[in-house]
């Protein structure tokens, strides 16, 4: 053995060093020569790199824009919106695709060119489509809208039969900052120019391609750069390329780029090789002697690799060792290993996905809650718990059969998808049960996202079904449990609180206990929640009498909520509070039906008639179980200065709940349309009743809902949802 390891070291060693020291000698040698004879052609090779990045950073957006247009288009609620002109239902659909692909701004018009609905900022409409009549497949262009240019990708919608019905836009700025993130990538100067108007990563290279277009044709840019002066007398290359859009125009990109900073990056590449070559060659001169036991080290490595694998162990790989058998062994070794890891993948993302659904199953569920639970304690951050239940769920198996059963659970689950963060888990932990794990969330803002889900799934129809509601309930570490089980059972408790008090709505604990049910409880919960069910049915029938009329007694709930937990009011009153809002026109059910139907101004006689209403509502809820809401339903057209109904109260004579109905009612009749006024804004809302705070409305509950809709967006999607023509009756004058 000894004799071997000399015959190597005389045969393989010394070689290996005199061939590394003669490639490092000739590699110094031929870098100084390159640095006295390189000049252009780095600065070329820059300038087509920094073409090539900006290529690529435009068209992957005209290549994510496109899709996201086609999607839109071939949406058959899109198609339906625009047949139907059902503005709030496009509203509906667009706001989670622009959020989700993270477009500037979304429009659709009809085939006549007239806007039918846009969010976002000002999206134009390109003039070729306007030459076009509209009529084109679809295309990307460029388009100039006042001191902006927009990449914008265009999508024909047609009817069933072919025809075309509009056209979907959508389209993202072309803005500076992202001019200036192509920068950092290509460290080149960058001015877009399109339609005269030029946008670049800084002033004075904007004035230079200004210049510098007024010389184009006398330039030749194919061949030559220009050396220029500019940006503080530091010299400058121009170069300039066109860039088209499948839809046939195109842009003009300039490139400067500084000869100094070439220079310095040349010198320094240069630096960085000699270095890097005698790095290679005292490391070389190191390696050859260690060589003979390199040999065998792959080997040993590799048997050791392999028990880790059987020990499960799958991420285990071989490295190459130079040698041609072992090296082939490696490759053998790591694509076996490479199959196990992926294999192993697969069946682990399978035993964490619900394959109905798609959502995470149980098992994901308890272990994420877990983690999650620890990260949050650690970090002394809080952590919500959402459980979901669908209501009378059985009652569409037994009616409709499992597999319509299954589309409901999979609309719940598309809806949790589209209404989560990224940062929210949601899975489904049992047969119509869903949790969603909500990190860094308090109660009041797992609140919101709870009532966007519910109020997102109640909006949906199901074929053959209808419509479903759910129930949820909603616990936070550490407010209400400091462990798993404690925090899963409390968010049960919220939820079955919302089943008890005529589900379809959000509940967050409130420390009572969960027990199981003795015969009595159950028996008392079965009548309440029939009778809870019986008033929604006449709410509803009371909409249904006044077809203007959608959802207002459901969105004043809302907002009535959301104020109480502003206010900083218990749970049970907060849910006092929901209730009193979704029952407060309850006596309407015995208001005649022309009165209601009517969309002109009442006359005296007639809104004599409509005064009794909370009277009689007060009547209809006497002797249930709801007499906390009572005082609000009947007071809820009282105002502070006197000037209401039915009694004409005043001040502190009004209780708290009513004071809250009132304005949440008023606030819901100013963002909904009237036949005598348009929907306002929620900032203009928000600003009349605090005009009209201390003489009609409670200051304080007023503030409350201004600092909500300063705070977050949760009154502009309650708005979003109101349709355009929602009358309120009571709201309306009576005829002068």
């Not at 749970?571 to 979704?582: P, S």
Request: hydrophobic letters at 40%; one cysteine or more; charged letters at 25%.
């Amino acid at each position: 053995m000894r004799y071997q390891q000399i015959d190597i070291r005389k045969k393989i060693l010394i070689p290996i060093v005199l061939i590394s020291f003669v490639g490092v000698l000739l590699t110094v040698l031929i870098t100084l020569h390159l640095m006295e004879v390189q000049s252009d052609q780095t600065v070329k090779k820059e300038i087509e790199h920094a073409k090539h990045l900006i290529k690529e950073a435009l068209m992957d957006n005209e290549a994510r824009l496109m899709p996201e247009a086609i999607m839109l288009a071939s949406d058959v609620s899109i198609r339906e919106g625009i047949e139907q002109k059902n503005s709030a239902a496009l509203v509906r659909k667009l706001i989670p695709v622009k959020v989700t692909f993270n477009v500037d701004g979304i429009k659709i018009i009809d085939a006549k060119g007239t806007e039918i609905i846009r969010l976002g900022s000002s999206l134009p409409t390109p003039s070729i489509l306007v030459n076009a009549g509209f009529d084109l497949e679809r295309v990307a262009l460029f388009v100039r809208s006042g001191n902006e240019i927009w990449l914008t990708a265009v999508a024909p919608i047609r009817s069933r039969d072919g025809k075309l019905i509009g056209l979907v836009l959508v389209g993202n700025k072309i803005s500076k900052t992202l001019i200036k993130e192509i920068k950092k990538g290509t460290g080149a100067d960058v001015v877009i120019s399109f339609d005269n108007l030029f946008v670049g990563s800084s002033s004075a290279a904007e004035e230079e391609a200004i210049n510098h277009s007024y010389e184009e044709e006398s330039l030749d840019y194919s061949n030559n750069l220009t050396e220029i002066h500019t940006m503080d007398g530091e010299p400058c290359l121009i170069d300039r390329f066109d860039l088209k859009t499948s839809g046939g125009n195109k842009i003009r990109v300039y490139t400067l780029t500084s000869i100094s900073r070439s220079n310095q990056a040349k010198r320094d590449n240069a630096i960085a090789i000699l270095s890097v070559s005698l790095a290679a060659l005292l490391v070389s001169i190191i390696v050859a002697y260690i060589v003979g036991y390199q040999v065998t080290k792959p080997i040993k490595v590799m048997a050791k690799r392999a028990r880790l694998i059987a020990e499960g162990d799958y991420k285990q790989r071989i490295d190459y060792s130079g040698v041609r058998e072992i090296d082939e062994l490696a490759t053998s070794f790591n694509i076996m290993s490479e199959a196990l890891e992926v294999n192993r993948q697969c069946l682990e993302e399978r035993a964490y996905t619900d394959s109905l659904t798609g959502l995470y199953n149980h098992r994901y569920f308890q272990d994420s809650l877990t983690n999650e639970l620890m990260r949050s304690d650690r970090y002394k951050h809080p952590l919500s718990l959402i459980v979901i239940d669908i209501d009378d769920f059985k009652k569409v198996n037994d009616n409709f059969g499992h597999k319509k059963g299954d589309t409901a659970l999979q609309l719940l689950a598309d809806r949790m998808k589209a209404q989560v963060r990224e940062t929210d888990i949601p899975c489904r932990i049992g047969g119509e049960e869903f949790a969603i794990i909500l990190p860094e969330t308090t109660s009041y803002e797992a609140y919101t996202v709870a009532e966007r889900l519910r109020m997102d799934v109640a909006s949906q129809t199901i074929p053959d079904i209808g419509k479903i509601t759910i129930s949820l309930g909603i616990s936070t570490f550490p407010d209400h449990a400091t462990d798993k089980e404690s925090i899963i059972e409390a968010a049960d408790v919220a939820m079955y609180h919302s089943k008890r008090n005529g589900k379809n709505m959000t509940s967050i604990y409130n420390g009572e206990p969960l027990v199981k049910l003795d015969p009595q409880e159950d028996k008392w919960l079965t009548e309440e929640s029939y009778y809870m069910d019986m008033l929604h049915a006449l709410i509803s029938h009371v909409e249904a009498k006044d077809q203007s009329v959608h959802s207002h007694s459901e969105r004043v709930s809302m907002i009535a909520g959301l104020i109480g937990l502003e206010l900083g009011l218990s749970h049970n009153q907060v849910e006092h509070l929901r209730i009193a809002g979704l029952l407060h026109d309850i006596g309407k059910i015995a208001v005649p039906d022309h009165i209601l139907a009517k969309s002109e101004p009442l006359t005296e006689e007639e809104f004599e008639k409509l005064k009794p209403h909370p009277i009689i509502g007060e009547q209809i809820l006497q002797g249930t179980r709801l007499q906390p809401v009572l005082k609000a339903v009947l007071y809820h057209h009282e105002r502070l200065d006197g000037s209401g109904y039915p009694y004409g109260l005043k001040g502190d004579e009004i209780p708290l709940y009513a004071r809250i109905i009132a304005v949440a009612d008023t606030f819901e009749a100013m963002i909904s349309g009237r036949p005598y006024h348009k929907a306002m804004s929620v900032e203009e809302s928000v600003a009349k009743l605090k005009q009209d705070s201390r003489t009609k409305f409670d200051e304080e509950v007023v503030n409350a809902l201004d600092r909500i809709a300063s705070r977050d967006d949760s009154l502009h999607c309650i708005a979003m949802t109101s349709k355009l023509c929602d009358i309120d009756i009571d709201d309306r004058p009576p005829a002068a």
